[in-house]
């Protein structure tokens, strides 16, 4: 190999190093964890997707609902506080013959927060960890931590186990 | 009687002539078909004569191998100094090596301790004037041994300090050391030592410390800003690395390279508040692969030699 050919791969190598330095694109997960509830049905154990669910965090600015009525779905991400320990979410039932007050049920989580740094590209997010988890038992059946250490990932962390119909 | 030898003789005419007629018409059934099918033909078995004994012999005449065991059958031999077998031919008397036998060594051009060199990593610097959040600088002693192997040592400084725009934390690691341990393998290694073309590895190892501060973090839904701080964490990581690279001769002893590395996590310390974006010696957390630019020094170690090295000439030639 002559100067010249060294030289040249020496240029070339330089290009693809400079451009293997530039940084790899975006955040993809997100910045801070959040727990994502699944419903299950406490026959079956098996996912199921609920309508006519109005969920809302308790002391949220505005009362404003998580999911609204009009939505079906078998899961929801519930944020919680970090500038608190505990944070509960209202759940009511908007079918007919359940739309009452009294029929509302309240899932609380227990936590330690940590702040979490991400990546470069995410920055600095929240990372929980879930001490303990209670509900009151109208509908629903009961309730599982199957992750206590919410993260970014996307994965089931609470399972709601409502009664329902056979 | 007489009558009788006759009419023989007339039906032994009749009988030779049937034959000859006979023949004939064998002999045109020999000949190709109209349609040029070949007629069949008697299998004849080959006759071994003086040519067809001999063949084989004088196909392999020329064969080395076959020259050599020959030579070998009417040798003696003897081992020399360097334990190599030496035939001496009993009729000719001449000398020689049967090449067929030797395993061909590549012989070291360059003595065992050729040179060694010290050189300055400008890569980090460079690429700080480009705007590069991280970096300080690296150092490298490295022996050349026979032009092939060289053993190298790294140790360098590294700090970062990154406020990446739109992102809602400043990093900052304060200056720490790192130092790296491996060798490079010159595929030049009988040619120009000016020039090489080289291929490494090296463990690379540093002890450091990071910390986040200007931390902003919006909770969308409760409507809530938060400003935690993430303290000073101390760690550790150690990494390999597979370098591919180039050096070249400047002018006298000064020379000029550039490797680029792929390099990997074996280990390091987590903490609670996550991995390091920054390690020192390694680079950015989450890039595979990065470079440097080295302006080297290099001593020749030709005053350590006793005696002036003479190229040796080749002994494994077949005679």
């Not at chain 2, 550790?236 to 680029?260: D, N």
Request: with cysteine.
């Amino acid at each position: 190999m002559g100067k010249k050919g060294l030289i040249s791969a020496s240029v070339a190598a330089l290009a693809v190093l400079l451009c293997g330095a530039c940084s790899s694109g975006g955040c993809i997960d997100g910045r801070s964890g959040v727990p994502k509830v699944e419903f299950r049905s406490s026959a079956t154990g098996a996912a199921i997707r609920l309508d006519s669910l109005r969920i809302s965090g308790v002391g949220a600015p505005g009362d404003s609902a998580i999911i609204g009525v009009a939505t079906s779905t078998s899961f929801v991400n519930l944020p919680l506080k970090s500038d608190s320990h505990l944070t509960a979410w209202c759940i009511s039932y908007k079918q007919k013959a359940l739309d009452y007050p009294q029929l509302n049920d309240t899932l609380t989580f227990e936590y330690d927060t940590t702040p979490y740094f991400v990546s470069d590209d995410c920055g600095v997010g929240f990372r929980y960890y879930i001490n303990n988890l209670s509900c009151t038992r109208h509908l629903i059946d009961s309730v599982e931590l199957v992750e206590p250490l919410v993260t970014t990932v996307d994965q089931v962390y609470v399972a709601l186990y409502f009664r329902t119909q056979e | 009687m007489w009558r009788y030898i006759s009419a023989l003789r007339s039906r032994l005419s009749v009988v030779l002539l049937l034959a000859l007629v006979a023949g004939i018409m064998a002999l045109q059934a020999e000949e190709p078909q109209p349609d040029g099918s070949a007629a069949p033909r008697r299998r004849i078995s080959p006759v071994n004569n003086a040519a067809t004994t001999t063949q084989h012999i004088n196909e392999l005449a020329g064969d080395t191998a076959v020259i050599n065991a020959a030579r070998r059958a009417r040798s003696i031999h003897y081992h020399d100094d360097n334990g190599r077998t030496v035939y001496v031919d009993t009729i000719t008397g001449d000398e020689w090596i049967d090449s067929a036998a030797v395993i061909p060594v590549v012989k070291m051009k360059y003595p065992l301790l050729q040179s060694a060199s010290i050189g300055v990593d400008i890569w980090d610097p460079v690429m700080r004037i480009f705007g590069q959040k991280y970096g300080l600088i690296g150092f490298q002693a490295q022996v050349n041994l026979h032009n092939r192997y060289l053993p190298a040592f790294e140790i360098g400084l590294g700090q970062a300090k990154n406020t990446p725009a739109g992102m809602n934390f400043s990093y900052t690691s304060p200056v720490s050391v790192w130092f790296k341990i491996g060798a490079d393998y010159n595929f030049l290694y009988n040619s120009n030592p000016d020039y090489m073309l080289t291929v490494g590895a090296r463990y690379g190892f540093s002890p450091f410390s990071y910390s986040l501060s200007d931390i902003t973090i919006d909770q969308g839904y409760w409507q809530e800003t938060q400003h935690p701080q993430i303290p000073s964490q101390r760690v550790t990581a150690g990494w390999y690395e597979i370098s591919f690279g180039l050096r070249v001769k400047l002018w006298g002893p000064i020379s000029t390279g550039w490797r680029f590395h792929y390099h990997g996590i074996l280990h390091q310390s987590h903490t609670r508040y996550g991995d390091p974006w920054y390690i020192p010696g390694y680079g950015a957390f989450g890039r595979s692969i990065t470079g440097s630019f080295s302006i080297t020094y290099t001593l020749p170690l030709n005053f350590l030699r006793r005696t002036p090295v003479v190229e040796e000439q080749t002994t494994t030639e077949a005679q």
